[in-house]
């Protein structure tokens, strides 16, 4: 039976700023409180992300990249040792608002497997805890990018 874990935020930039912070991977260690992620965005690639839940153990894991829509989506699956017995499919999502001005970025992720509903019951409440501070430490760096720029160019005019 599958589990799914939902969290949104709405962020005061258009798409393309959030994806090129989301997929610059390099600079998570500057803003993300809850994820380092190395590797690249293409499909069929394999990454290797530590998460750090608050109040919980630092994990480390080699999900494999299942889709890549640049600006829209991108998507990764990763197992417990072995397929079957605890997958996770983590998925961000850009859905712009406003006429693009300003996007609601959905970060989940489907749980399944014969241990699932333990290992959920265990780490669910940290998981969430740790997608809802991304989230927000996300849409704090992208909105100072964005005010940042928007400040430059106002300046040099």
């Known amino acids: 039976m599958a589990r799914e874990l939902t969290t949104s935020i709405e ?3 258009p798409p393309e700023r959030v994806w090129d912070v989301l997929v610059d991977f390099d600079h998570y260690h500057e803003w993300n409180p809850f994820m380092r992620v190395a590797g690249r965005v293409n499909e069929g690639a ?19 990249v299942t889709h890549c829509e640049k600006h829209r989506e991108f998507r990764w699956l990763g197992h417990l040792l072995v ?14 608002l406003d006429g693009g001005e300003r996007t609601r970025f959905e970060h989940a992720e489907q749980f399944s497997g014969i241990l699932a509903g333990l290992i959920l019951w265990r780490i669910g409440d940290q998981t969430r805890d740790g997608f809802e501070a991304m989230n927000e430490a ?14 430059e160019a106002t300046e040099s005019t």
């Open 46 to 64: 394999t990454l290797t992300v530590h998460l750090m839940p608050p109040g919980g153990r630092e994990s480390v894991f080699e999900p494999d």
């Open 11 to 13: 962020i005061d930039a």
């Open 138 to 151: 996300l849409k704090v760096r992208v909105e100072e990018l964005v005010e940042a720029e928007e400040r």
């Open 83 to 96: 397929p079957g017995l605890f997958d996770g499919e983590h998925r961000f999502r850009l859905e712009p």
